[in-house]
């Protein structure tokens, strides 16, 4: 959990195809991340590699340099915009007590996990954020049994605090995908009736003014916040074209490049509506440098959810 207005410091690398100004695009992007999350970026690092170190994903020396300044800084939270192993995350966590070392992925899931508001985005989000722990466990996270129920949670025989922590994670991700099949079930039911309607789903870069579009459209109050990921549960409103032509219009989670793969499975159902739509309405937004970018984003997002094929 980021606290508000914690200090960050952002950590960004140029290896392979990555040149400069594309990583210094991603920093921004990481900053409007973190910012939305509540932290306050005082610094932004970038190294270039010839190949990532399996240990700290920069070099050691680079890392010890950069917790110092970190220390300089009075900064509690370090950000790679890449994702780091769980072997690099345990590393650092040996390396440094009182900072918090984090990637874009573990980011987002803070995020989403602040504005999820219904059970469903709720449940969603906590199993993604189960998932992304489960094989990055380390003390920073010892004493889940306090969360999960303290009797018949403690350590059986030779059974360490962190092999407990596993077990109780994958009891907790079991019931929460067993929630989510029958989330699922209601909302078959709910498509099963809209059936013969033509369905028209609105898909864009987080922030791209998809909810203002949706307003615009349906007339309906919808929540527009000039922020990331400010909607994850899908809105559906009627909207009447002419006199003949009705449509039902979704307005799904937006899109964000590198979208942790935890949070897209466990959102598949949130997203069923765009693989369930008869067309699929792109959203971008022109007066940004990198709507090409963003264009590419949301292929790709589609294409993983099955649904690059729709007109």
Not at 38 to 49: D, I, N, S
Not at 95 to 118: E, G, M, P, Y
Not at 161 to 179: A, F, G, P, W
Not at 223 to 245: G, P
């Amino acid at each position: 959990k980021i606290n508000k207005k914690e200090k960050a410091l952002l950590i960004g690398v140029i290896y392979e195809k990555l040149d400069e100004s594309l990583v210094e695009e991603h920093l921004k992007e990481l900053e409007l991340l973190a910012e939305t999350a509540g932290a306050k970026v005082v610094g932004k690092v970038t190294q270039k590699l010839s190949r990532i170190n399996p240990a700290y994903f920069i070099g050691s020396g680079k890392a010890e340099e950069i917790i110092k300044q970190a220390e300089e800084l009075s900064v509690s939270l370090i950000i790679f915009d890449d994702d780091l192993s769980p072997a690099q995350i345990k590393n650092y966590s040996n390396l440094v007590k009182n900072i918090k070392v984090i990637d874009r992925s573990a980011l987002i899931l803070d995020i989403f996990s602040q504005h999820a508001k219904t059970k469903e985005a709720k449940t969603q989000v906590e199993l993604a954020q189960l998932e992304y722990m489960l094989p990055r466990l380390t003390r920073a996270w010892t004493h889940l049994e306090r969360q999960m129920g303290g009797i018949g949670a403690r350590a059986g025989a030779g059974e360490t605090q962190i092999e407990v922590d596993r077990r109780l994670l994958r009891t907790k991700i079991s019931k929460l995908k067993k929630e989510l099949t029958k989330i699922d079930k209601e909302r078959e039911t709910q498509s099963k009736n809209r059936l013969n309607e033509f369905k028209v789903a609105l898909v864009g870069y987080t922030n791209a003014g998809k909810s203002t579009l949706m307003k615009t459209m349906s007339g309906a109050d919808v929540l527009i916040k000039n922020q990331l990921f400010a909607t994850l549960d899908t809105t559906i409103r009627t909207v009447k074209l002419d006199n003949s032509h009705t449509i039902l219009l979704s307005d799904t989670v937006g899109f964000v490049r590198k979208l942790p793969h935890h949070l897209v499975a466990s959102f598949k159902s949130t997203l069923k509506e765009v693989v369930d739509a008869d067309l699929i309405l792109i959203m971008l937004d022109a007066s940004s440098n990198e709507v090409l970018d963003h264009f590419n984003t949301i292929i790709e997002v589609l294409k993983d959810l099955g649904a690059e094929r729709h007109p």
